[in-house]
């Protein structure tokens, strides 16, 4: 009990630092792709909502709805839209974000572990050039990054512990950002003209404490997420250019709470923070602290 108190001081209590946010780029939240309901129940259906505080004052509200069919014990599919009102000096803008296609197989169970494979895929609703009154608008204000991206990942289930790892690839980049820094009277966001993002990959590590009635159930998780490569964007002279210091590391604790009502009524509480950061975050996705809440309704 000492080391999960412990925990908890070390995640509430570093929430000034900043980090890339987890639930826009969607890396971070496919672990719910993993997770399955009780095996009577064929269908799953998930309402969230999630704030956050990003740079330069920035709050973001970001609710999203998610369905889940599983098939049999082996295949499952889910589906989820998101959508961002992201408020701040600029104005505030408010649109849908991303849709989300995913796909899991999990092999059969063998003393007290099991393998799950993940295949999924997000699709845009906008080209990442939101505008106020006519004014480009950076990444920060974007409900999306514009790219159709692949996500290919793994999970190890063993007794309380899960470990997944995951990579989120651009195949498709949609992204008209025409946002310069050079023109918009403030320095606190970096130019993404035209911008390009390099893939993600994750590693994540997560331990379940349940009370004796199995009412409620504790999840620590450490996110360990790697840029692989430095972004790009056109500048003024149409030239592309590399955003230095926009590739590496990224580490964020994240402590969720889950109460079931009953085997199909849940609903849950997840607050996030980072660790370690990278040096420029360019895509927007900068986050100094995350709340979250989620009900899950299974039938």
Partial sequence: MKKILFLLVIVFGVNKTWAQGCSDAGICSINHGFQTAEKQFKNTIEVAA??????????????????????????????????????????????????????????????????????????????????????SLPLDYQSSLGTIDLFLGTNFHYRRWDFNAALQIPVINLNKNSYFKEYSGTDDFPSTNLFERKPDALWRASYSIKTPNKKITFKPNLLFIYHLGEDTYENIFSQRESIKGSDGLTVNGNWITTYYFNKQNSIELSAAVPFVVRDIRPDGLTRSFVLGILYQYSF
């Fill in 50 to 135: 999630v704030y956050s505080l990003g740079e330069a004052d920035v709050q973001y509200f970001s609710p999203y709805v998610s369905y889940t069919k599983r098939f049999n014990d082996r295949y499952s599919f889910t589906s989820k839209v998101t959508l961002s009102t992201a408020h701040g000096s600029f104005g505030t803008r408010t649109q849908l974000g991303d849709a989300f296609l995913i796909g899991n197989y999990s092999f059969k169970e063998k003393k007290n572990s099991q393998w799950s494979a993940l295949l999924g895929f997000k699709f845009p609703f906008t080209a990442s050039n939101l505008k106020i009154n006519g004014y």
